[in-house]
């Protein structure tokens, strides 16, 4: 079936990176989008960005630009996601999670990973 | 416009009828998506585009849109659908996602 398994929960000093990994199974790969939310706990969702597994073109949110860095390979269907320079705030659970494209403004994220729990604490 | 809007929380008696609402000046332009998430879990996709189910999902589950307003609409709530909702949409740049801030429903 089609499923996002992600990386195990990580534990990182204030100023480390992390690098949080998606991997995609029971579709193509490359066809498909993939976007990047964490959730504080309590808190609602936050999109951070998106990447293009054919391509390797990236975006992301105004507020994570210049820390965070998207990547994949293709060979094992495996996207990455990095974070530098970690703060407590930084503290969430993180998905990766599959963009459906569906005509007329209806795109969604369908499919989502189980999700990575990150804890940033000295 | 940057902000989906909804309710922090609703209730509703078990097998009686509720509404989820999320305000946003983005859903004149973009179907909202609808989320279920419940404790300790990934969000899960109830209600995308105009108003479509993904396989599994109850038909109980039903979404609508109006101006700047779209709606989930639960029909004959089961203790189950107890849960986070999130809506979410492009915003109005069609450059990033929006998240509403959550809608806690509780099934008495």
């Known amino acids: 079936q089609v499923q996002l398994v992600q990386s195990g929960a990580e534990v990182k000093k204030p100023g480390a990176s992390v690098r949080v990994s998606c991997k995609a199974s029971g579709y193509t790969f490359t066809n498909y989008d993939l976007n990047w939310v964490r959730q504080a706990a309590g808190q609602g969702l936050e999109w951070m960005g998106w990447?293009?597994?054919?391509?390797?073109?990236?975006g992301s949110a105004q507020k994570f630009q210049g820390r965070v860095t998207m990547t994949r390979d293709t060979s094992i269907s495996t996207a990455y996601m990095e974070l530098t320079n970690l703060r407590s705030e930084d503290t969430a659970v993180y998905y990766c999670a599959r963009l459906l494209v569906v005509r007329g403004g209806g795109n969604t994220l369908d499919i989502w990973g189980q999700g990575t729990v990150l804890t940033v604490a000295s | 416009s940057s902000e989906l809007t909804q309710d922090p929380a609703v209730s509703v008696a078990l097998g009686q009828t509720v509404r989820i609402t999320c305000q946003g000046d983005?859903?004149?332009?973009?179907?909202a998506s609808w989320y279920q998430q419940k404790p300790r879990q990934a969000p899960i996709l109830v209600i995308y585009?105009?108003?479509n189910r993904p396989s599994g999902i109850p038909d109980r589950f039903s979404g609508s849109n109006s101006g700047n307003t779209a709606s989930l609409t639960i029909t004959g709530a089961q203790a189950e659908d107890e849960a986070d909702y999130y809506c979410?949409?492009?915003?109005?740049?069609?450059?990033?996602?929006?998240f509403g801030g959550g809608t806690k429903l509780t099934v008495l």
């Open positions: 585009a105009k108003n």
């Open positions: 990447m293009n597994p054919y391509s390797g073109n990236t």
């Open positions: 983005s859903l004149r332009t973009f179907y």
């Open positions: 979410s949409s492009r915003d109005s740049s069609n450059s990033l996602w929006l």
